[in-house]
């Protein structure tokens, strides 16, 4: 049983195409992340969502577009892709609001390449 | 021995040793600190935290140290086993708020049979 599950888990795409990379969590948790992992494994929030709703965006460009359909679900659709775009992209959860002490779990990542 | 490659610190030990890795913060109001292990080609797994009222906090073959008054956090490995071999990182977060868990650069841990 898979609790935080991404998909794809590879993602090869052209500069200046849009694609989407979908989170899903089966623990009951209300918080969900996504998180950037550079080459050099730099790990650096993205955004936060709680029940749904943005807690947390951390400057990220708005190509960037987080979606939240349900709370076990936050998708990441991203517009107009650039190089600078490739990284594994995490998606996490934690029961309540980040902030708190709760434990994040973390998904098993989805690797971007921009060609 | 320690060294610092191209990308990240890395921690060669044989299998059995005990290994230490190291982790600087900077956020001196941080007040909970995690150990994530991320194994080759999967997400941050979670370890071992501590409180900023512990200065340690053991759990089974790990151990996490706290000096808050360096900002430095350590994680203790005993008896390394090729299975350890991953990247750690240490995160830091202020228990309040809005605040985000911010995460250290990474330390590669090789374990030799």
């Known amino acids: 049983d898979t609790a935080v599950s991404q998909t794809p888990k590879y993602l090869v795409t052209q500069m200046g195409n849009d694609k989407s990379i979908k989170c899903e969590q089966n623990?009951?948790?209300?918080?969900m992340y996504w998180y950037k992992q550079d080459s050099k494994k730099f790990l650096k929030i993205m955004f936060s969502y709680n029940n749904k709703e943005l807690i947390i965006n951390e400057t990220v460009p708005n190509r960037f577009s987080p979606k939240s359909p349900d709370k076990a679900h936050l998708n990441l659709h991203i517009n107009s892709l650039e190089l600078g775009d490739s990284a594994v992209y995490f998606c996490?959860?934690?029961?309540?609001?980040?902030?708190?002490?709760?434990?994040?779990?973390f998904g098993p990542g989805t690797r971007l390449t921009v060609l | 021995g320690e060294s610092v490659g191209l990308h990240l610190p890395t921690l060669s030990v044989q299998e059995g040793d005990n290994s230490i890795i190291n982790c600087a913060y900077s956020?001196?109001?941080?007040?909970?600190f995690i150990w994530y292990k991320q194994e080759s080609g999967k997400g941050p797994q979670f370890i071992i935290d501590?409180?900023?009222?512990?200065d340690k906090r053991q759990g089974q073959r790990v151990t996490v140290l706290l000096n808050k008054t360096v900002k430095h956090l350590s994680l203790q490995i005993a008896a390394t086993q090729p299975g350890d071999s991953a990247v750690y990182f240490c995160?830091?977060?202020?228990?309040?708020?809005?605040?985000?868990?911010?995460f250290g650069k990474g330390t590669m841990l090789l374990v030799s049979p």
């Open positions: 501590i409180r900023s009222n512990m």
């Open positions: 623990l009951g948790h209300d918080t």
């Open positions: 956020n001196s109001a941080s007040d909970y």
């Open positions: 996490a959860s934690s029961r309540r609001l980040a902030g708190s002490t709760d434990t994040q779990y």
């Open positions: 995160a830091e977060i202020e228990a309040r708020g809005y605040s985000t868990l911010t």
